[in-house]
């Protein structure tokens, strides 16, 4: 499964951003897709899940109200709304495809590239 994640940028505190993950075949509806995020000198930590038998999502406390994760039509495309940013959701985020709702980055297999995300003013 190849990943790409796109949408990152630089954004001001209380705005919002919209990351995308997509893969050009057609076998993601087929996994549970995370949104993971890593700040400088930090671990890699996962932050939302959508999976991919009923759709079930879950967010850690930190995010829960602000980003919201979901799937387009086809299922090919995963995206992470992330609306009212702080400057402590300043990151790298990674997509990432698996056969659950795994916890730790290195339970999962595919990946895509990080988009880097800045709140700041």
């Known amino acids: 499964v190849q990943l790409q994640a796109s949408g990152g940028g630089l954004v001001q505190p209380g705005g919002s951003l919209r990351l995308s993950c997509a893969t050009s075949?057609?076998?993601?509806?087929?996994?549970?897709v995370a949104w993971f995020r890593q700040a400088p000198g930090e671990e890699r930590e996962g932050i939302a899940w959508?999976?991919?038998?009923?759709?079930?999502?879950q967010y850690i406390d930190s995010v829960k109200g602000r980003f919201t994760i979901s799937r387009d039509n086809t299922g090919n495309t995963v995206y992470l709304q992330m609306n009212n940013l702080k400057p402590e959701d300043t990151a790298v985020y990674y997509c990432?495809?698996?056969?659950?709702?795994?916890?730790?980055?290195?339970?999962?297999?595919?990946w895509g590239q990080g988009t880097l995300v800045t709140v700041s003013s």
């Open positions: 990432a495809a698996g056969d659950d709702m795994f916890r730790k980055w290195y339970e999962y297999r595919w």
């Open positions: 075949g057609s076998t993601l509806p087929y996994y549970t």
């Open positions: 959508i999976g991919h038998r009923d759709g079930r999502k």
